[in-house]
């Protein structure tokens, strides 16, 4: 196992796309959490999947978001008609039960740029 | 609400020196607390960890104490190196049913060491 895999690494799309992301978590790792980082920022809390259930949606998810977790496996986030603001890095963590947060793994991201 | 509050960087500091990095926070409950890290180019990852008043994280040199009565957790190394170059995030998780253990993060403090 490599840890938590996300592609694409960047991606530059115009204004009113959609994009979708990828992440792969930790094959025995059944947390799942979206984050974003804005430039001098910290991670910001977006999404949380236990197994294939979506838990918690932060406000900062607006409708234009929606992240899936098929069978629990992998899981894509969509941003549709994308937004100048939603420039940024896409962060996907995993982890096991029971992790009060120092048993996430974190990926390297996928970065948004919107023209 | 809950959050974390972090001194601004960036941080310049000659190696061997003496590091420092603040840390506040304010929480409604007991919080774990975290020091990752994120070096250039790679995703974050846990530096330290706390999950209860008094407890001292350690790893790499690196040292923080979960101090409630002052609502710290300051970040201290006594030697740094220019390998330690990176930005720093302070974060709490509390248990959430709802939110599993998500993080909250400051905003980073960023770390130059030179030679």
């Known amino acids: 196992d490599t840890g938590v895999s996300q592609d694409p690494r960047h991606k530059i799309t115009k204004r009113g796309q959609n994009v979708t992301f990828r992440c792969d978590p930790i094959s025995e790792h059944n947390r799942l959490y979206w984050y974003r980082q804005t430039l001098g920022q910290g991670p910001e809390f977006l999404t949380y999947f236990q197994n294939e259930a979506q838990l918690e949606k932060s406000r900062l998810l607006s409708d234009r978001f929606s992240a899936e977790r098929p069978k629990g496996s992998f899981s894509t986030l969509e941003i549709q008609r994308t937004e100048q603001g939603d420039s940024a890095m896409y962060l996907c963590?995993?982890?096991?039960?029971?992790?009060?947060?120092?048993?996430?793994?974190f990926g390297s991201g996928t970065r948004l740029t919107v023209v | 609400g809950n959050s974390v509050t972090q001194m601004e960087g960036p941080v310049t500091l000659s190696e061997e020196a003496f590091l420092t990095i603040n840390c506040t926070y304010t929480?409604?409950?007991?919080?774990?607390l975290f020091w990752y890290v994120q070096y250039p180019g790679e995703g974050l990852q846990l530096l330290l960890k706390a999950t209860k008043a008094d407890d001292k994280g350690s790893n790499k040199g690196f040292e923080a104490t979960y101090r409630k009565e002052t609502t710290s957790f300051h970040l201290e190394k006594g030697s740094v190196q220019v390998s330690d170059s990176a930005v720093y995030f302070c974060a709490l998780s509390l248990s959430n049913s709802n939110s599993g253990y998500a993080l909250n993060f400051g905003k980073g403090t960023s770390l130059l060491v030179t030679p």
């Open positions: 963590a995993s982890s096991l039960t029971g992790s009060k947060g120092g048993g996430y793994t």
């Open positions: 929480a409604t409950g007991y919080p774990s």
